[in-house]
């Protein structure tokens, strides 16, 4: 959609993804280049970024990590999303070794009550 509108008002537009990455548990990410110069690479080279768009608050500190810089700007969702092994019980902070803060599978609250 972005692309899309940036197309329209004249920028050139190279979009780089890397897919399938969430069937084994990785971030799926997407590099929206726009120019108005020709077209570029679709990889953002690293420290580059002008801004950042996530849809989780890790994900965007991953991202700025690498692509991050003194002048990017960032949007990213506000609300806690809970990874499947907190929300399944299996490991309360979404850590891979289970240790650490949050409900174990012997501590959900009985909904019954």
């Not at 940036?6 to 971030?27: M, P, Y």
């Amino acid at each position: 959609m972005v692309g899309d509108m940036l197309c329209c008002q004249g920028f050139d537009i190279t979009i780089g993804e890397i897919f399938g990455a969430s069937l084994r548990g990785w971030s799926v990410t997407s590099h929206l280049r726009v120019s108005r110069k020709g077209s570029c690479s679709p990889q953002i080279p690293m420290g580059r970024a002008n801004m950042v768009v996530a849809l989780e608050q890790i994900e965007a500190l991953r991202a700025l990590k690498h692509y991050g810089n003194p002048d990017i700007k960032g949007i990213t969702n506000m609300r806690p999303v809970r990874f499947i092994g907190v929300i399944s019980g299996g490991n309360g902070d979404g850590t891979c070794d289970g240790e650490g803060p949050g409900l174990g599978p012997d501590e959900v609250p009985d909904s019954s009550a």
